[in-house]
């Protein structure tokens, strides 16, 4: 295929605008969480209330992702991203101007929708602007960009709601991400994918090697495509519950205080910024995916089990977080690499949408789940039950990459 804008100095051109772009929807998913405290007693809201709108965000972004995908397909990436940070900038605003519950529910359902279209946005527009040598590192770059903008989030809400008021620290929010929507559009000869070009492409590809499905949905048959669902389901559902409860498990099991614990979020984040970074560099000098998640993944389960002990020095805390941080980002370049070798031609916002919709189900039903053992008080509970996923994901890479290796082949 033919990308239109070629060789190093675009490619990271276009690698930065995606990154910014994803950075500020990661952002956003915890834009929301740290104004908890002052909207429980603004509204005088529980915690069951709060967290429902969580939920309703997650939720929401599951069904829009699956869907924005194949508008990806139809009227191309560019058009369906300046939509979606336009809703993430109303959903701020909305959440700044609130005087009740009812509000914010409609705000969570605005960012949900806003949220859900980035993923098949950014990978398709990767994909098909990126030169192939530098993939394993636009999507370290993608990886890192979510992870600063999740460790951003809380400094940023909390920092500006303390100086001035919860009310003036969502409009910041909606004034950042306005910037961003600017500079994208500044830039936005860079983002133009080729719809035209690309659909000619799948048409001719599949007189050639037969490999685009039959119809527009046929791609749902294949099993590679629901293996890497399952892989964002299992893998996000314990990033989200470690995120929601580990400063809380930390308390129960080793007294660790609950703003120390906080703090071990933030290292977690950092960590797998830092691990994408690796990962990417890896993922390109390895070529060998599979190899990659497993390994990283075992080491993940090995520390996530001596967590669920009990007897872990106090001090070796901090150091095991930023570890699982690192081993969570190592992945991350690898999976996608993964993904893109199971996508079908001419389908790609079809297969993101439904693939990363596994993410935000998994974002919703993960902390769902493990909020029932930690009431039980059961906090033990939470580093087994990330040891369970994790190794249910294991077998799910090498069967993908089973799958994938055969249509890789004949396409090459």
């Given at each position: 295929?033919?990308?239109?804008?070629?060789?190093?100095?675009?490619?990271?051109?276009?690698?930065?605008?995606?990154?910014?772009?994803?950075?500020?929807?990661?952002?956003?998913?915890?834009?929301?969480?740290?104004?908890?405290?002052?909207?429980?007693?603004?509204?005088?809201?529980?915690?069951?209330?709060?967290?429902?709108?969580?939920?309703?965000?997650?939720?929401?972004?599951?069904?829009?992702?699956?869907?924005?995908?194949?508008?990806?397909?139809?009227?191309?990436?560019?058009?369906?991203?300046?939509?979606?940070?336009?809703?993430?900038?109303?959903?701020?605003?909305?959440?700044?101007?609130?005087?009740?519950?009812?509000?914010?529910?409609?705000?969570?359902?605005?960012?949900?929708?806003?949220?859900?279209?980035?993923?098949?946005?950014?990978?398709?527009?990767?994909?098909?602007?990126?030169?192939?040598?530098?993939?394993?590192?636009?999507?370290?770059?993608?990886?890192?960009?979510?992870?600063?903008?999740?460790?951003?989030?809380?400094?940023?809400m909390v920092g500006i709601?303390?100086?001035?008021?919860?009310?003036?620290?969502?409009?910041?929010?909606?004034?950042?991400?306005?910037?961003?929507?600017?500079?994208?559009?500044?830039?936005?000869?860079?983002?133009?994918?080729?719809?035209?070009?690309?659909?000619?492409?799948?048409?001719?590809?599949?007189?050639?090697?037969?490999?685009?499905?039959?119809?527009?949905?046929?791609?749902?048959?294949?099993p590679a495509v629901w293996?890497?669902?399952?892989?964002?389901?299992?893998?996000?559902?314990?990033?989200?519950?470690?995120?929601?409860?580990?400063?809380?498990?930390?308390?129960?099991?080793?007294?660790?205080?609950?703003?120390?614990?906080?703090?071990?979020?933030?290292?977690?984040?950092?960590?797998?910024?830092?691990?994408?970074?690796?990962?990417?560099?890896?993922?390109?000098?390895?070529?060998?995916?599979?190899?990659?998640?497993?390994?990283?993944?075992?080491?993940?389960?090995?520390?996530?089990?001596?967590?669920?002990?009990?007897?872990?020095?106090?001090?070796?805390?901090?150091?095991?977080?930023?570890?699982?941080?690192?081993?969570?980002?190592?992945?991350?370049?690898?999976?996608?690499?993964?993904?893109?070798?199971?996508?079908?031609?001419?389908?790609?916002?079809?297969?993101?949408?439904?693939?990363?919709?596994?993410?935000?189900?998994?974002?919703?039903?993960?902390?769902?789940?493990?909020g029932i053992f930690m009431?039980?008080?059961?906090?033990?509970?939470?580093?087994?039950?990330?040891?369970?996923?994790?190794?249910?994901?294991?077998?799910?890479?090498?069967?993908?990459?089973?799958?994938?290796?055969?249509?890789?082949?004949?396409?090459?």
């Amino acid at each position: 295929m033919t990308v239109a804008l070629s060789g190093r100095a675009s490619d990271v051109r276009v690698i930065g605008l995606i990154s910014l772009a994803h950075g500020s929807s990661h952002f956003f998913h915890l834009v929301l969480p740290p104004m908890f405290p002052w909207l429980k007693d603004a509204f005088a809201l529980s915690y069951a209330e709060l967290g429902l709108l969580m939920s309703i965000f997650f939720v929401v972004s599951c069904v829009v992702q699956a869907a924005s995908g194949f508008l990806v397909d139809r009227i191309g990436a560019r058009p369906v991203l300046f939509t979606g940070i336009g809703l993430l900038v109303l959903a701020a605003l909305i959440y700044s101007q609130s005087n009740g519950y009812g509000m914010l529910i409609i705000g969570a359902v605005i960012a949900g929708c806003g949220n859900g279209i980035f993923h098949p946005v950014d990978y398709t527009l990767i994909n098909h602007k990126v030169s192939p040598p530098n993939l394993p590192y636009a999507y370290s770059m993608h990886g890192v960009t979510g992870y600063l903008g999740w460790a951003a989030a809380p400094a940023f809400m909390v920092g500006i709601a303390q100086l001035s008021d919860w009310r003036i620290a969502f409009l910041a929010a909606a004034i950042l991400e306005a910037i961003i929507l600017v500079v994208l559009w500044m830039n936005r000869g860079q983002l133009l994918d080729n719809v035209k070009e690309r659909h000619e492409h799948s048409r001719s590809h599949a007189d050639h090697s037969g490999l685009l499905p039959e119809s527009a949905f046929a791609f749902l048959k294949l099993p590679a495509v629901w293996l890497c669902w399952a892989f964002f389901f299992f893998s996000m559902a314990s990033t989200s519950s470690l995120q929601s409860f580990a400063p809380s498990a930390l308390f129960n099991i080793y007294q660790v205080p609950l703003t120390l614990g906080s703090y071990y979020i933030t290292l977690l984040a950092l960590g797998s910024a830092g691990g994408v970074l690796f990962g990417g560099f890896l993922a390109a000098k390895l070529q060998a995916p599979e190899k990659i998640v497993s390994s990283c993944l075992s080491i993940t389960v090995i520390m996530c089990l001596a967590l669920a002990t009990g007897f872990v020095s106090p001090g070796l805390i901090p150091i095991i977080f930023f570890m699982l941080g690192f081993g969570y980002g190592v992945v991350a370049p690898s999976r996608d690499l993964l993904v893109k070798r199971a996508t079908p031609q001419g389908v790609a916002g079809r297969v993101y949408g439904i693939v990363y919709s596994g993410i935000d189900l998994g974002a919703a039903v993960g902390p769902f789940i493990f909020g029932i053992f930690m009431d039980a008080g059961l906090p033990k509970a939470l580093f087994m039950g990330i040891v369970l996923f994790q190794l249910l994901i294991i077998p799910t890479v090498f069967t993908v990459s089973a799958k994938s290796a055969p249509k890789a082949n004949a396409a090459s």
